[in-house]
C-alpha cells in the first residue's frame, strides 16, 4: 500500500467516526419516535399560549352580535378578525383592554378600499375618501354587525 | 399592517399575499453563482489533467486552487440569508432522501474533502515536504502540517502522487458536475413555477457553471500575471479562450432552445413569463445577460477562431471577453431567482425587487461575501504559489 495511504485512510475514518460521535450526541432525544421530525417539538409547540379563541366561543356570550351578524353580508367573517385575537377575554371577560372597537374609515378600508391587487368578487369595494363623506366613520351609518342595517 | 399596506404600492395587478415580497435574494444569487465558478474551474483544470491538454499547464493549478478558494465559501451566503449559523450543521445530522437540500449537504462535503483537498493535497505534496525544509518559522510549521507526516518524496511515493491524484480527478468530473447540476435541479424541480420547472435546469446550470468557471481562471491568469509582472502564456489563453467559446456556444444554444420550446409550447403560464422577460427583466435578461454577457464575448472569441490579431490586441479583447461573461453568468442567475418570485402564481401579477444597501440581504453583505474568496485565494496563492513548483 502506497505511503500515502496509509495516512489518509486512518485520516478519513477518523472523520467519518468523529461525525458519527458528534451525530450521536447532536441528534435530539425525541427524534424519529413519530417520524423524520423531533417528537418533543409537538409538546413544546402545544404549551405556546393560545391567542384567538374563535367564534364558536365568542357566539356562547354575545348572541346578539352573532345573530346579527349571520344576518347579513358579514356573515362569513369570524368576530376575531375585528375584535383583535382575544382568548384573554374569552377566559376572564373582564380583561377588555385588548379589545379593538374600530369602526374607522381605515380601519374599514383595510379590507374594502380600492385596491387593483385584489378580485372585486371577493371583498366589494369603495373609494373610503370619496364614499358618503357626510359622516366620519362607517359605523356612523353601517353597523359593523348588520351592514345593510344603515343609521340616517 | 401598515407595514403591508406599504408595500402594496410595488404590486401590479392580483398577486398572493405571500408573494409581495420576496423570500429569495440577492445572497441567493450568489449561492449558484459561487458554486458555479467552483464547478467550471474545477472541469478546466481536469481538462489538462484527464484530457492531457498540455497547453493548459500554466493555469492547472491556480484553477485548482481558485475552486477551492471560491468552494470553501459557496455555502456562507445560504447560511448568512438563513439567519441561524448554529443551527446549520442540523441538515447534516437528519438529512431526509426527500430533501434535495440535506443531500446537498454531503455532495458538498464529499467534492471538498474526497475531490478538491485530495487531488490539491497529492499536487502539492512533494513541494510541501520541499517548502517544509526550505522555509522557517511560521510558515515551516504549516506546510508540514499540511504534509501530513508524509514525507517520503522518493520516485515510487511520487509516482502514486501521480496516480491517485489522476484517479481523484477523474472522480472528481462526475462530482463537479452533480455538485452543480444539483443546484440546477433544486430549481428544476420546483414544479409549481413554471419560470423554474424545466428537466433542461440543471444542464443550463452546469454549462453556465463551465463558462463561468472558464471565465473566471482566464481572468485570475490575467490579473495575477499582471501583478507579477510575468509574460502570459499566449498559447494557454487562446486554449482556454477556445474552450470558452465552444462551452459558450454549448450553453447559448440550450438557453436558447429552452426557451424557443416555451415559446412554441407557449402554455397557460407564457403570457406572464412573456411580460415578464419584456417588462422587469428586460435589462438583467436581454442585454446584461443575453447580449453583453453572450453575444459580445461569443463575437470576440469567434472573430478569434477565424483570425488571431496579434497580442496587443488579443489581451485586451480577452480580458473583456472574460469580465463580461462573469458579468453576464452573474446576470443568469439572477434572473433565475429573482425573476421566478416576481410574478405572481396565478399569473396575474407582480411584485419588485428592490435590492437594499446595507442590511443582512443587502449589497454590502453581498459584495463581502463576493470579496471573501479572493481573499483567501490570495491567501491560498501565498501558501501554495503554483510558480513556485518544481517542473517534474
Known amino acids: 500500500m502506497p505511503v500515502q495511504l496509509k495516512t489518509l485512510l486512518p485520516l478519513f475514518a477518523l ?51 352573532a345573530e346579527m351578524l349571520e344576518s347579513d353580508q358579514h356573515a362569513g367573517l369570524s368576530c376575531e378578525i375585528c375584535h383583535g385575537p382575544n382568548a384573554k377575554h374569552a377566559d376572564d371577560y373582564d380583561v377588555k383592554e385588548f379589545l379593538v372597537k374600530d369602526g374607522s374609515r381605515i380601519f374599514c378600508g383595510r379590507c374594502h378600499a380600492v385596491n387593483a391587487a385584489r378580485k372585486l368578487e371577493n371583498v366589494i369595494q369603495v373609494d373610503v375618501v370619496e364614499h358618503h363623506p357626510e359622516k366620519e366613520n362607517c359605523t356612523d351609518c353601517h353597523n359593523p354587525h348588520a351592514v345593510w342595517e344603515i343609521k340616517e | 399592517m401598515e407595514h403591508l399596506y406599504d408595500i402594496l404600492n410595488q404590486v401590479d395587478g392580483y398577486i ?69 449559523p448554529l443551527r446549520a450543521y442540523e441538515i447534516l445530522m437528519t438529512p431526509h432522501f426527500s430533501s434535495a437540500m440535506a443531500i446537498f449537504g454531503f455532495v458538498y462535503l464529499w467534492y471538498l474533502m474526497a475531490v478538491l483537498l485530495l487531488e490539491i493535497w497529492f499536487d502539492y505534496r512533494r513541494d510541501l515536504v520541499i517548502w517544509s525544509q526550505q522555509s522557517t518559522g511560521i510558515k515551516r510549521r504549516i506546510y508540514k502540517i499540511l504534509t501530513l507526516g508524509v514525507t517520503d518524496i522518493s520516485p515510487k511515493a511520487l509516482e502514486w502522487d501521480e496516480k491517485l491524484g489522476y484517479i481523484i480527478t477523474v472522480i472528481g468530473v462526475p462530482s463537479a458536475f452533480l455538485l452543480h447540476g444539483y443546484v440546477g435541479f433544486i430549481f428544476g424541480s420546483i414544479k409549481a413555477n413554471p419560470w423554474w420547472s424545466t428537466v433542461m435546469m440543471p444542464v443550463i446550470f452546469l454549462l453556465s457553471a463551465m463558462v463561468s468557471g472558464i471565465a473566471l481562471v482566464m481572468f485570475m491568469y490575467m490579473v495575477i ?7 502570459i502564456d499566449m498559447a494557454c489563453l487562446d486554449e482556454i479562450g477556445k474552450f470558452l467559446f465552444l462551452v459558450l456556444i454549448l450553453d447559448f444554444t440550450l438557453e436558447s432552445l429552452d426557451q424557443v420550446h416555451r415559446i412554441y409550447e407557449a402554455e397557460e403560464s407564457f403570457e406572464i413569463l412573456h411580460l415578464l422577460v419584456t417588462g422587469k427583466l428586460t435589462y438583467t435578461l436581454l442585454i446584461f445577460q443575453g447580449l453583453m454577457g453572450t453575444v459580445i464575448p461569443l463575437l470576440i472569441l469567434g472573430f478569434f477562431r477565424i483570425s488571431l490579431p496579434e497580442e496587443k490586441v488579443r489581451k485586451p479583447l480577452y480580458f473583456l471577453a472574460s469580465s463580461l461573461v462573469l458579468f453576464g453568468v452573474f446576470f443568469m442567475r ?20 428592490k435590492l437594499g444597501m446595507v442590511g443582512l440581504e443587502g449589497f454590502w453583505m453581498a459584495l463581502f461575501w463576493m470579496i471573501l474568496p479572493f481573499m483567501i485565494l490570495s491567501l491560498l496563492l501565498w501558501l501554495l504559489p503554483p510558480w513556485k513548483k518544481q517542473l517534474g
Not at chain 1, 21 to 50: Q, T
Not at chain 2, 337 to 348: H, N, R
Request: hydrophobic letters at 50%; proline letters at 4%; one cysteine or more.
Open chain 2, 16 to 84: 398572493y399575499p405571500n408573494e409581495i415580497a420576496l423570500q429569495w435574494g440577492i445572497l441567493i444569487v450568489l449561492y449558484p453563482y459561487i458554486t458555479g465558478l467552483v464547478a467550471g474551474a474545477f472541469i478546466l483544470a481536469s481538462l489538462e489533467r484527464v484530457f492531457k491538454v498540455k497547453v493548459l499547464r500554466p493555469t492547472y493549478h491556480l484553477a485548482l486552487l481558485t475552486a477551492l478558494a471560491f468552494l470553501l465559501v459557496a455555502g456562507l451566503p445560504l447560511i448568512s440569508h438563513l439567519g441561524h
Open chain 1, 15 to 65: 472523520f467519518i467516526l468523529l461525525f458519527l460521535i458528534a451525530r450521536h450526541f447532536l441528534i435530539p432525544e425525541s427524534f424519529g419516535k413519530y417520524g423524520h421530525y423531533r417528537a418533543d417539538s409537538m409538546d413544546e409547540i402545544a404549551v405556546l399560549p393560545i391567542h384567538y379563541a374563535g367564534k364558536s366561543v365568542c357566539i356562547e356570550c354575545h348572541d346578539t352580535e
Open chain 2, 225 to 231: 500575471s499582471r501583478i507579477r509582472k510575468v509574460k
Open chain 2, 334 to 353: 439572477w434572473n433565475v431567482v429573482i425573476g421566478g418570485q416576481l410574478f405572481s402564481k396565478s399569473f396575474l401579477g407582480f411584485t419588485s425587487f
